[in-house]
């Protein structure tokens, strides 16, 4: 990365409206399209020598031959010793016979969800629970919820995912436990959020017949009384957050109809044809994420704001926050060697307008710089023109203001702009773009972690946490089993505070 560093001085030594005005074409050259899907990074402060330079990084870190590998279905995911085929989940671009097998169990599974869902559609069911947590639960939510147009109301859903029991019993207060099902979505079928939940949803329903599962842990689910023909297969070649295009969509498919679920896989699938096929200099999950590692290793910024402006993505940010800081939220090579530079930011965000009205001020004048994926979409859903451009034009405005700020005698009053952003438009919010939009972000994260040399597929991280919390478990009632001093006041502490009067 140290070669990056001349042409950051470059670039920060200079103000982002003469970057741009220094080149004529700059909006055509910074931006590509991709089926429904535009991305300008022309506010990004990166000068065409800058971007060559990113360019060669690309090169050097071999990430044409790591994405062709992860859609041969390579082991990439190397501490695991896997790999990883969410693209042979929706696509069947790749040669390989691991790859074509994979693509073929996905089929098949799709098949037999279709009619676990009839199934359910015949049925006097009325409400699904989707039981489950991090990429069992994020991915289907944020589906349904930028997908609501589209839903017919055959099935009301819902989602179960923390271990608070205030999420279970509020939502059970508002259920008839003779009219719903529930589809238990995990993975390993070992996590205990989704395994109380479960316990908890059985207890209240009394029968086995309406729970369906979709898990890798077959055994586990047959063991806890799910019946074979209602288990959904997972496996070991997908991870948890890049698994929605499974039947881990359940909920979705069962809700929006299988076609509209095609229509995501098929949005996603266009985007791994480009970024199968393209070359690196028009290849749009590279120059995603080639911004990406410019903001965080050149210029040093240390947090990215997602901003879709549309409330049917409020999600995305949480979203992407599991996607992103799951995936680049390491510290060691895949060879085990300490990376020598900064890889994932934290990500945040939330959905404009209201974005404006709460955490704006500080990304405009704050100390800090965050640089920003703005997502607008051209066509609404709904018969208010005047607000759709009232919208769009918030939009606009904020992503120019970032940049070219505004001088002020007054330094309280002034914005200094050069505030950096991506904008990402899409000509509508459809399955097929939400799938496009949904599987960049995949891609780009995964020539993130390719250039930092980390594996963007595996969590220990969240191991740890695990462990201890089992333990707890039992030393919640007896405080002297807690190793840690600390722990164990403050588990005195809560005892004493949570006798009643
Ligand atoms: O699908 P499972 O196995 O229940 O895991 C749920 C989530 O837990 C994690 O392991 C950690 O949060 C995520 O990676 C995963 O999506």
Not at 195 to 203: P, T
Request: with cysteine; net charge neutral.
């Amino acid at each position: 990365m140290a070669r990056l560093a001349p042409h950051a001085a470059r670039n920060l030594g200079r103000r982002l409206p003469e970057l741009i005005a220094d080149e004529p074409d700059r909006f055509a050259a910074t931006t590509l399209r991709v089926g429904p899907l535009l991305a300008c990074f022309a506010r990004q402060r990166i000068d065409a020598p800058a971007a060559a330079a990113l360019r060669e990084v690309a090169r050097e870190r071999g990430v044409a031959e790591a994405i062709a590998a992860l859609f041969e279905g390579e082991p990439v995911n190397r501490s695991e010793n896997r790999p990883a085929l969410h693209t042979a989940l929706r696509s069947d671009l790749a040669s390989s016979a691991v790859a074509r097998a994979a693509h073929a169990q996905a089929r098949e599974a799709r098949a037999r969800m279709a009619q676990q869902i009839d199934a359910l559609r015949a049925s006097e069911v009325t409400d699904i629970v989707n039981v489950g947590i991090g990429g069992s639960d994020l991915g289907a939510r944020l589906t349904l919820e930028a997908l609501r147009e589209l839903d017919p109301g055959r099935f009301r859903v819902h989602f179960l995912s923390t271990v608070d029991g205030h999420a279970a019993s509020h939502l059970l207060r508002q259920l008839d436990p003779a009219r719903t099902a529930a589809v238990l979505v995990s993975k390993s079928f070992s996590t205990r959020e989704t395994l109380l939940n479960a316990q908890v949803l059985r207890e209240w329903m009394g029968a086995d017949d309406r729970f369906h599962a979709v898990t890798a842990n077959v055994d586990r689910a047959r063991s806890l009384g799910i019946a074979a023909e209602r288990i959904l297969p997972m496996w070991d070649w997908v991870g948890g957050r890049y698994s929605l295009w499974s039947a881990v969509g359940f909920s979705v498919a069962a809700a929006l109809g299988m076609e509209v679920f095609e229509r995501l896989l098929a949005g996603a699938a266009q985007m791994d044809e480009h970024v199968r096929r393209a070359p690196l200099e028009a290849n749009l999950a590279v120059r995603h994420a080639l911004v990406a590692v410019w903001n965080r290793n050149a210029l040093g910024y240390d947090t990215h704001a997602v901003l879709p402006y549309d409330a049917r993505l409020a999600r995305l940010p949480a979203y992407l926050q599991q996607l992103v800081m799951e995936s680049l939220g390491k510290s060691a090579t895949q060879a085990g060697a300490p990376v020598p530079c900064a890889t994932g930011p934290v990500i945040w965000g939330g959905a404009g307008t209201d974005v404006q009205h709460s955490f704006f001020q500080s990304l405009h004048q704050g100390t800090d710089t965050v640089p920003m994926d703005f997502i607008g979409i051209a066509r609404a859903d709904h018969g208010s023109p005047v607000q759709h451009r009232a919208l769009l034009a918030n939009l606009l405005a904020q992503a120019e203001a970032f940049a070219n700020g505004a001088p002020g005698a007054d330094p309280q009053r002034a914005y200094p702009g050069s505030r950096p952003s991506t904008m990402i438009l899409l000509d509508a919010l459809t399955p097929e773009s939400l799938g496009a939009l949904v599987a960049l972000y995949e891609h780009s994260v995964y020539v993130q972690a390719t250039i930092w040399g980390i594996n963007p597929f595996d969590q220990w991280g969240v191991e740890l946490g695990k462990r201890l919390a089992a333990d707890l478990d039992t030393a919640i009632d007896s405080p002297e089993s807690a190793a840690d001093p600390i722990t164990r006041a403050l588990i005195e502490a809560l005892r004493q505070r949570a006798r009643p009067g």
